[in-house]
């Protein structure tokens, strides 16, 4: 199973112009609001709550915001490559520079975490990692995002 089960090619920002980690997440909320059709400032309220929580930054540039919607039908993804790194609080320090958000229906359960467990494992992969910050338009980064991670066969 690849990423490209949860973002649609349309939902990809190859160059995010951004200064912050809060102008970050009104941007993707913004973007996710258009492509689903859900409420703009629903999504942005639910994606701050759950930063509140602590970072979604999960380390080496890589931050996957996340949170549930009442109204969505399915698991929505949306990925954008940052023009510039931005701190967004990582446990590790790193500024981040790929943000992969997801968004799931309220009802959506374990199929949440198994999708956030997904796109985490995709991101951590260096190799994965590398060819997205090489990739410079939305038809490459999308091609990188259906890839299957090579860690999958074991």
């Known amino acids: 199973m690849t990423l490209t089960d949860l973002v649609a ?6 160059a995010l112009k951004v200064n912050s980690k809060k102008q970050a997440i009104q941007e993707l909320a913004a973007r996710a609001a258009e492509l689903t059709g ?7 309220e639910i ?8 970072s979604t930054a999960v380390g080496n540039g890589v931050a996957i915001p ?7 039908g399915r698991l929505f993804g949306l990925f ?10 990582a446990l590790d320090g790193q500024p981040v520079d790929l943000i992969f958000l ?3 229906p309220e009802t959506a359960g374990a199929d949440h975490l198994k999708a956030l467990a997904r796109v985490a494992r995709l991101l951590r992969d260096p190799d994965i990692a590398r060819k997205l910050r090489d990739s410079r338009d939305a038809d490459a980064l999308y091609a990188v995002l259906a890839m299957p991670p090579a860690s999958s066969a074991a």
Do not use: M, Y
């Open 9 to 14: 090619a349309s939902a990809i920002v190859p």
């Open 66 to 72: 996340h949170g549930k919607l009442p109204k969505l």
């Open 80 to 89: 954008a490559r940052l023009e510039r790194p931005i701190d967004f609080e």
């Open 47 to 54: 994606l701050t709550q759950r930063e509140k929580l602590g």
């Open 38 to 44: 859900q409420n703009e400032r629903t999504i942005l």
């Open 102 to 104: 997801l968004l799931a």
